[in-house]
DNA sequence: GGTTAGCACTCGATGCATTTGAGTGCTAAC
DNA sequence: GTTAGCACTCAAATGCATCGAGTGCTAACC
């Protein structure tokens, strides 16, 4: 296939591509010499539009209804034409008032991230809470409840707390409890989350631990709390996409929740994006959620220091604004990286 | 106003009910007659009908569309003619199912708990998470993150956990926090959480703890931990509402989605319930949030013990089949109960 | 007097033909 | 290569007649 486009025909595009962003209406030929000052007739930019339609950039509704750009051509916007600013002093400022919530815990925070990137995006704001596994050891706790219940707490070195509830084979007391901590704290010191699951697995073969039960126990214990669980997602500004005149319609809104209620399937699509660059984009179809196919995911990943922590986005149309969100989205992540880093 | 219905009104009352919760559509005088085997005549049950509009139990749409209830009716329905069944065996074994993933913390838990009210209802589940004041103390933990940041962890009786990072004035060492942990611990074991913070108070004039920094601190750290934070609340099933057939309506559905981002309405409404009767129900208008007029609630609280810890419930239309939801929301809420409780 | 059959009337929903207008594609002239 | 001109297309809007479920009223009936 011959992309190359000349000059013209990109000014064309973009003419189109810029249109349909504002108005979310097919474009037609007039429309485009109209808005945008280029010195040719209607029926030229319509032989170009029609090549464009050739090479699967356009594409139109019906025959008399002007053209729409494709997943294509958005993704040719994206890479090629689009010039993104700076993130602009009003919208930094805004993003830090929003965050000026003081002594909240981790999961707080990061619901009012979401927030915040739905309420400047007016889009769609999505935060994956941060893998367990991504993190460092810093301390593990048992609080004995009523009965043989034991609760156990996991900290990280940023502040994330993981609990669970067990309930153990037999009574302990509180001093097993004490020297299970010391045993196991000692032991895990320093180590990411992924190490210390090795460890552990290592240290129950010890034989000296072996014959040892309380302290097989507790590795036991710890071993059960480690399972990576669900990974929380937090969404904010679902009734933003309600407000596309694209989606206003029944049919195709219940699609739009219905993925949103199935939020491992936006779990796993973002965390895809985990490895890589700083700002991520797919557009429609190229996210593999069939019902997503009208939608655009903008992401970035979040970081404590060196260990990448979670993903969080923007979601809107395919004809969100682009330049607009990604500088947004952008800046956000490295803000929460700061609020949960190390400084 | 004159309620005093006969029998034969009651009869056509509660028929005209039935068929507008099995259908969503204005029922008629002869649909009356010939879904429910009654000896009467069409033009006798609009006689009826029309006495019934009087009095404020039904409504018409326009001159030729027959009758809808009123929340007034479904209130009277509820409170006089519905005779709510005990729940089946089938649906016990089904939400018994549902629960038994195991070893997850009290977020989980709740999470999952609103996921089975709304798919076994088909309606919205939705959970309040505990109050904290509602609760007994059992510990506090104190971690030490990066620089002068310190993780805080309270934990209550039923194991529900709250934490913060709060930023420490000065630097604290690892010995101190311990001291810090020992001496709250002791101090504040067994109270509720609402008699932990007047003892707090208390402490913080005592003459010995005053020349004390050490203890003076912890008190302050564990007093803003103890601040109420808002509520977390889970709300899942939101998708079944856009299959009523009512709320097929873009601007509606905007208006409903509104409410549900919202959230501090609904726990607002949602706490209300707390001390009442077992089951509660609100219908229509009765719930003041403007935007749900057109939906009913039916709650219930959960508890731990003696101590009431929060609401959950079901959302769904006002003409939804009170007859079925009602044991459920009652039989999960008495489940979730004990999954907390002490057994 | 309560009940019912009968009938005129109402009013949204449905279906169909017509019009409108934005937009296209093609051709011929510039 | 560009453009004016024109026939053509098609969704959307408009107008209009029809349909039918349902009502309210009246007069007859038991």
């Known amino acids: 296939m011959n992309d190359n486009l000349s000059e013209r025909s990109r ?48 594409s139109s509704p019906h025959t008399s209804a002007g053209r729409v750009p494709t997943d294509k051509a958005f993704r040719f ?23 000026q919530v003081p002594g909240r815990d981790v999961g707080e925070i990061l619901k009012e991230t979401s927030k915040i990137l739905s309420s400047i995006s007016n889009y769609i704001g999505i935060v994956v809470a941060p893998r367990f596994a991504a993190n460092v050891f810093r301390q593990i706790e048992f609080v004995k409840l ?64 072996r014959y040892d039960k309380l302290l097989s126990r507790a590795l036991k214990l710890s071993e059960v709390t480690l399972e990576e669980s669900a990974a929380d997602v937090f969404i904010e500004g679902q009734v933003n996409i309600l407000e596309q005149p694209e989606f206003a319609d ?16 936006l779990i796993n699509l973002l965390d895809c994006c985990m490895k890589a660059d700083r700002v991520n984009i797919f557009i429609g179809a190229e996210n593999f959620l069939s019902r997503m196919n ?9 970081a404590s220091g060196p260990n990448t922590l979670g993903v969080l986005g923007v979601i809107g149309p395919t004809r969100m604004g682009y330049d607009r969100v990604i500088p947004i989205v952008d800046y956000t992540a490295r803000m929460l990286s700061e609020l949960l880093g190390r400084e």
Chains 1, 2 share one sequence.
């Open 11 to 58: 000014q064309i595009l973009e003419a189109v591509i810029d249109d349909y962003i504002r108005t979310a209406e097919p474009v037609g030929s007039r429309t485009v010499t109209r808005r945008h000052g280029l010195a040719l007739s209607p029926a030229t930019v319509r032989n170009v539009m029609s090549d464009l339609e050739e090479m699967g950039f356009l």
């Open 77 to 99: 916007y994206v890479d090629s034409l689009l010039h993104v600013p700076a993130i602009t002093e009003n919208q930094q400022e805004e993003i830090r008032r929003q965050y």
């Open 146 to 209: 009523f009965g043989r219940r034991i609760l156990v707490i996991l900290v990280s070195e940023s502040g994330i707390v993981q609990n669970r509830v067990i309930e153990a084979e037999e009574d302990l007391s509180t001093e097993d409890l004490v020297r299970m901590t010391n045993y196991l704290n000692e032991l895990l010191h320093g180590l990411t989350i992924a190490e210390v699951k090795a460890r552990i697995v290592r240290e129950m073969q010890d034989e000296k631990v």
């Open 250 to 265: 029944v049919e195709r809104m219940k699609e739009i929740f219905h993925t949103f209620e199935e939020k491992s399937q």
């Open 294 to 302: 009208q939608m655009s995911v903008i992401t970035a990943s979040y």
